[in-house]
Nanobody, 120 residues
Framework: EQLVESGGGLVQAGGSLRLSCAAS????????MGWFRQAPGKEREFVAA????????KSADSVKGRFTISKDNAKNTVYLQMNSLKPEDTAVYYC??????????????WGQGTQVTVSS
C-alpha cells in the first residue's frame, strides 16, 4: 500500500495551495482518507477527512472555512485545497488512510509528508 503526497511549498500569508494524495494498493481499500499535519515541536494533528464512498467530510475547527478536502475516485486521489493560509498553518502535511472519517484515531497508514511553509 502506498500514499504519495504532492503540492506543498512556500506561500505568503493569505495565499493558497492544493495538496494531492495518490493512493494505491491496500490503502485504496480503506473507507476513509484524511490529512494531518505536524508543526515543529508539536504533535501531529488532524486536519480533515473524507469517506471514499460517501464523500462526507470532517474538518478541524482551525481550518473550517479555509481548507476543503475532496476526492477523485477515478484517479484514486484525495485533495486538500488550502485558502487564506496563515503562518500557523506551516507544517509537514501527511496523507493518511483509515477506517472512519469521523474517527481520526483509526488512521494508521501514512504518506511521507509534504512541507507547507507560510510566510508572514
Amino acid at each position: 500500500e502506498q500514499l504519495v503526497e504532492s503540492g506543498g511549498g512556500l506561500v505568503q500569508a493569505g495565499g493558497s495551495l492544493r495538496l494531492s494524495c495518490a493512493a494505491s494498493g491496500r490503502t485504496f481499500s480503506r473507507p476513509a482518507m484524511g490529512w494531518f499535519r505536524q508543526a515543529p515541536g508539536k504533535e501531529r494533528e488532524f486536519v480533515a477527512a473524507i469517506g471514499w464512498s460517501s464523500g462526507y467530510t470532517k474538518s478541524a475547527d482551525s481550518v473550517k472555512g479555509r481548507f476543503t478536502i475532496s476526492k477523485d475516485n477515478a484517479k484514486n486521489t484525495v485533495y486538500l485545497q488550502m485558502n487564506s493560509l496563515k503562518p500557523e498553518d506551516t507544517a509537514v502535511y501527511y496523507c493518511a488512510a483509515g477506517m472512519s472519517f469521523l474517527r481520526p484515531t483509526t488512521f494508521d497508514s501514512w504518506g511521507q509528508g509534504t512541507q507547507v511553509t507560510v510566510s508572514s
